[in-house]
């Protein structure tokens, strides 16, 4: 460290960096902290996103895990973790992650739509309409949230339909 403050062109290392006031060490010391542990953070979530998309599900299931100790509402952390439980088949998992995402985030779309897609994808369709709908109330000019809403009000229709059918055909079994 001697060595770094006697060399020359080295003094601008000393100066604080708010314009030559005067300031806390320790606020100093926080705020180098703080930086680092975002710098850290970021470092590691696209860390984890990069062994994702290399298909190491495990090593980024780690990655976030561990992130999400120090900073347990991290919301790109926890859209990672969610599509990490996706694709290791914890799906009930997966829906807890993207609901905390959409109630942390009651006027984002695209976290109701992620919810309604994940809980469709699990034949939820009566859970997932309300939160395409709200996908849709927030950004009414988004045409994949409209289409991807009147497909889940078609299939639950459908759904409803066949319903209708099966239970009428064994009820008339019954009756035989």
Do not use: W
Not at 42 to 64: E, K, N, Y
Not at 82 to 92: I, K, Q, S, T
Not at 139 to 164: C, I
């Amino acid at each position: 460290m001697l060595l770094l403050l006697s060399c020359s062109g080295c003094a601008a290392l000393m100066k604080p960096l708010n314009m030559g006031k005067p300031i806390d060490p320790a606020k100093r010391t926080e705020q180098v902290l703080n930086d680092f542990e975002k710098q850290r953070n970021h470092a590691q979530l696209t860390a984890a996103a990069s062994r994702f998309d290399q298909g190491d599900a495990p090593g980024a299931l780690s990655l976030v895990e561990d992130l999400l100790e120090r900073k347990p509402d991290d919301p790109a952390a926890l859209s990672l973790l969610a599509d990490l439980c996706m694709v290791e088949g914890r799906n009930e998992e997966a829906i807890v992650h993207r609901r905390k995402l959409a109630e942390a985030s009651p006027d984002d779309a695209e976290q109701h739509h992620q919810l309604a897609m994940l809980l469709e994808s699990c034949d939820r369709i009566g859970e997932a309409l309300p939160h395409f709908e709200k996908a849709v109330q927030l950004d009414p000019h988004n045409t994949l949230y409209r289409e991807t809403r009147d497909a889940a009000l078609e299939n639950q229709a459908v759904n409803s339909a066949s319903g209708a059918t099966a239970s009428r055909t064994a009820a008339a079994g019954k009756q035989d």
